[in-house]
């Protein structure tokens, strides 16, 4: 069992910039692959980008450039670093914590609004 705490989101103006955080608890957090998703109103939930507990990264070819995604595992804690923010990454952000055998757990979500 996981648990899936986010915080960091809020209100920003565009080109601004915001860093997410998703702090886990309950289990051996560094064999999890880790990943950020976000769910604007009225479209499905997307991956945004995804690291490997060896933190091998990949990101959506939409955030390439502007975001990037990290870990630490001493601190059971994932990042998302957001730059050059745009109105269209307006959304919540939800972290999520996968392992084939052991499962997957979602946070409960943080808004993440970029508008002037």
């Known amino acids: 069992q996981v648990q899936l705490v986010e915080s960091g989101g809020g209100l920003v103006q565009p080109g601004g910039s915001l860093r997410l955080s998703c702090a886990a608890s309950?289990?051996?957090?560094?064999?999890?692959?880790m990943g950020w998703y976000r769910q604007a109103p009225g479209k499905q939930r997307e991956l945004v980008a995804r690291?490997?507990?060896?933190?091998?990264?990949n990101l959506v070819d939409s955030v390439k450039g502007r975001f990037t995604i990290s870990r630490d595992n001493a601190k059971n804690t994932v990042f998302l670093q957001m730059n050059d923010l745009r109105p269209e990454d307006t959304a919540v952000y939800y972290c999520n914590a996968y392992h084939g055998a052991l499962g997957e757990y979602w946070g409960q979500g943080t808004q993440v609004t970029v508008s002037s």
């Open positions: 309950g289990s051996i957090f560094s064999v999890y692959a």
């Open positions: 690291i490997t507990g060896s933190s091998t990264t």
